[in-house]
């Protein structure tokens, strides 16, 4: 079995984003001393799009939501490797927040957040078990089905 | 006066739930150093059921949104009690996180979110005195009226 | 040009809030070792008032939208300076958390974050730049148009 998540995410097949949605003024991700805050991410998937637009329980899936919150959480790693070089060097996945575009009435926030939750447990192992948040939102930047942001521990 | 929150709580005669809902892929609490992070607890009441369910401003009232939000933080504390043993080892509550579904004119969150403040400085006296942001959301996990997330420091 | 952030803040002609909306049970900002926690701030300016109530995307244009957002980072900074004394003693915003009153079917959140976001550049220059997550919400505390809450370090 792949032994660092650097290898566990070659044998997943996923490949890190080599473009990140620029931010205006702000940063796409900050280090405090052992600690990463990484920004809201919207589900940019292949060729840089969105990979969902619109709400769940209307327009989109739970299984189109999904492979957006993949997105979402594929884009946080993008983000973490070009602040620290290597995902070798996370030691925890500590909490990931999920928003998710919807309609009032939806409830299966969970099905579709496990997207997200993935990734993080299959690259990271027993360190990829953070804390979670999701809720329901209104409305989301540029309509983005999925947002996720995260905090991740380093050595 | 009691002296310790496991004092208080018996005082006050909270019973924390022996029954915390499963979660799937991600943890319910995560400790990292001093620091506890809780995840979105929902508003589990008595016999392990939803206290609410649906829109504060339409099916859901202040009262019962209140006690949705009490049901939160005491799910919190249970939580926080399964991961370190005893309450005592609290040395103050971070902050909270509150998430409202409501329709979209509702305007007091602070009715509500009461609820789970009150809990914290009851239980923890100054100790628990926390910041807090509260919102509205679209729609919630299970049609849950409240969640509550946390952060909380200990010794 | 001004060299430090209260230097900057006068030269900029901002001036920080001596009202700070009361709150009730909890408090409006924390600290713990070298971190700030500010709870999420309501856009009240000019004479304590609300600068606006109501939906982006229909109620509230985004440049009032914007406007509030600065109002809502200038109460942060309000809150900061009342615990700790001065703004020079901040090393680092670390995160802003954006919470827009909208319609559904709103986009443009980076527009109206900007207003939150400027102030923070403005004043700490690099020391400035933060993490940040800007969502939709369904329905906000008194109808605030924005709120916005907080991590900042300090030395």
Not at 71 to 100: H, K, Q, Y
Request: negative net charge; glycine residues 12%; aromatic residues 6%.
């Amino acid at each position: 079995m792949a032994s660092s998540p650097e290898e566990r995410l070659k044998a997943l097949g996923i490949t890190l984003p080599e473009w990140l949605a620029p931010v205006s003024g702000y940063v796409g991700i900050l280090r405090t001393g052992n600690l990463l805050i990484v920004s809201g991410q919207l589900c940019y998937g292949p060729e840089a799009k969105l990979a969902a637009v619109g709400r769940l329980g209307a327009e989109v899936t739970i299984e189109q939501g999904r492979f957006a919150a993949r997105c979402c959480a594929i884009n946080v790693l993008g983000r973490v490797r070009s602040e620290i070089g290597s995902l070798d060097r996370v030691t925890c996945v500590l909490r990931l927040g999920g928003f998710l575009l919807t309609t009032w009435d939806f409830t299966d926030h969970a099905a579709v957040m496990i997207g997200a939750t993935e990734v993080m447990t299959d690259v990271f192992g027993d360190a990829g078990s953070h804390a979670r948040c999701t809720i329901g939102v209104a409305s989301a930047p540029l309509g983005s089905t999925v947002q996720v942001d995260a905090m991740v521990e380093i050595a």
